[in-house]
């Protein structure tokens, strides 16, 4: 009985030596392949989508000056969309270099969009346009915030369309995605309702201040306040006419430049919205508590690039040919980075979404264009 344990020992033992050198290089080759690529090989799988984002901007750009009042930004989006629901499924390969596109690029083409601002410019509107752009911003987020609760849309959602209704329409849905910690789903059907109900605005402010008999410059003013993109605040001006177009134009950048403040309070206000919301909808029910480490900073530094771009053109730091490169660039970026996010929109998502996010985008636009309106009619 006793030999038995030791002779059993040895035939045991042997085993695990030759066993182990085995099992450590698979351990040391899935730590390997776990490890970073070398860069060459990183760039090489960002070029496919990289270069389709690229070639879709050169269309849309082609495009915008072909197509009256339609900017590249929105021809882009509107190409990336139907890419997304013509074709079944993007090849794989082009995932990184869109994704890539949809926020490095997107970030970077927002902070030359700074580049843009002069503050003596916008201070020239007078102050009581800036009051108008504070109280339009301040309204239309919070309100969309409300009525999204009211109306049983998720916060991350209603914050979203909050930012890209009272702020710059698609840009500031996708600067706020990272902040809010947003699903794509939701980042998608905030950027395709901005596209909706901004391009209905194209139609609705000349008509409407031809009704009411608003002065053009006073129209300019409601257009710049109420409409959602840029490139939409331009086809608005175009219409009404030069005396509205430089008004119009201003008050959006205005809009454009509480970017950088709405996306700092969001940072520390976000998630208390958030959670306070979901605590609500569960009835009291305990939620769990965010894991230490993923709160996004406050202060992003694609904004703090925004800000400080707005600040040195303020200060004439910028050369004009510096100033036009930027103009160009932030074009390109920001035209490729919208046809990457047109590209998450899929009309099948978005119809499982149901008619709530649609009322509240309605709803947020109503209430955006009436605040406009009453302040512009208040300034005279």
């Known amino acids: 009985m006793s030999p038995q344990p030791p002779a059993q020992q040895p035939a045991q033992t042997?085993?695990?030596?030759?066993?182990?050198?085995?099992?450590?290089?698979?351990?040391?080759?899935?730590?390997a392949s776990d490890a970073p690529a070398p860069w060459p090989h990183r760039l090489a799988a960002l070029l496919p989508g990289l270069a389709l984002c690229a070639a879709a901007a050169a269309l849309a750009v082609v495009l915008s000056g072909a197509i009256p009042f339609a900017g590249s930004v929105l021809i882009a989006i509107v190409l990336g969309a139907l890419l997304r629901n013509l074709v079944a499924d993007i090849p794989?390969?082009?995932?990184?270099?869109?994704?890539?596109?949809?926020?490095?690029?997107?970030?970077?083409?927002?902070?030359?969009?700074?580049?843009?601002?002069?503050?003596?410019?916008?201070?020239d509107l007078g102050w009581g346009a800036i009051v108008l752009v504070v109280v339009v911003v301040g309204v239309g987020l919070s309100g969309a915030a409300l009525m999204g609760r009211w109306l049983g849309v998720g916060p991350e959602l209603s914050l979203l369309i909050g930012c890209g209704f009272s702020i710059?329409?698609?840009?500031?849905?996708?600067?706020?995605?990272?902040?809010?910690?947003?699903?794509?789903?939701?980042?998608?059907?905030a950027v395709a309702l901005v596209v909706l109900f901004g391009t209905l605005m194209i139609a609705v402010v000349p008509g409407v201040a031809a009704l009411t008999g608003l002065s053009p410059r006073a129209a300019g003013l409601w257009g710049g306040a109420s409409?959602?993109?840029?490139?939409?605040?331009?086809?608005?001006?175009?219409?009404?006419?030069?005396?509205?177009?430089?008004?119009?134009?201003?008050v959006k950048l205005a809009?454009?430049?509480?970017?950088?403040?709405?996306?700092?309070?969001?940072?520390?206000?976000?998630?208390?919205?958030?959670?306070?919301?979901?605590?609500?909808?569960?009835?009291?029910?305990?939620?769990?508590?965010?894991?230490?480490?993923?709160?996004?900073?406050?202060?992003?530094?694609?904004?703090?690039?925004?800000?400080?771009?707005a600040l040195v053109r303020t200060l004439g730091w910028l050369p004009a040919p510096v100033v036009g490169v930027a103009d160009t660039a932030q074009t390109w970026l920001l035209t490729a980075a919208m046809f990457a996010l047109g590209c998450?929109?899929?009309?099948?998502?978005?119809?499982?979404?149901?008619?709530?996010?649609?009322?509240l985008a309605a709803l947020t636009t109503l209430l955006v264009a009436l605040v406009a309106f009453a302040g512009v009619a208040l300034l005279g």
């Open 168 to 189: 710059c329409g698609a840009a500031a849905v996708a600067g706020a995605q990272a902040t809010l910690r947003a699903k794509k789903e939701d980042t998608a059907a």
């Open 344 to 359: 998450g929109v899929h009309v099948r998502s978005l119809l499982r979404l149901g008619l709530r996010p649609l009322l």
């Open 255 to 309: 809009r454009v430049l509480m970017l950088a403040p709405v996306m700092a309070v969001l940072g520390g206000l976000a998630p208390r919205i958030i959670r306070a919301q979901r605590t609500a909808d569960a009835h009291g029910r305990a939620t769990a508590p965010e894991a230490p480490g993923k709160r996004p900073p406050i202060v992003p530094l694609w904004v703090l690039g925004f800000a400080l771009a």
């Open 92 to 123: 794989a390969v082009f995932a990184p270099g869109i994704a890539v596109t949809a926020k490095t690029v997107l970030r970077l083409g927002i902070v030359l969009l700074g580049t843009k601002l002069v503050l003596g410019d916008i201070l």
């Open 227 to 250: 409409t959602h993109e840029v490139a939409q605040v331009v086809a608005v001006g175009g219409i009404l006419g030069p005396e509205a177009l430089e008004p119009a134009v201003l």
């Open 14 to 31: 042997p085993a695990p030596h030759p066993t182990g050198p085995q099992d450590a290089r698979p351990a040391g080759a899935s730590a």
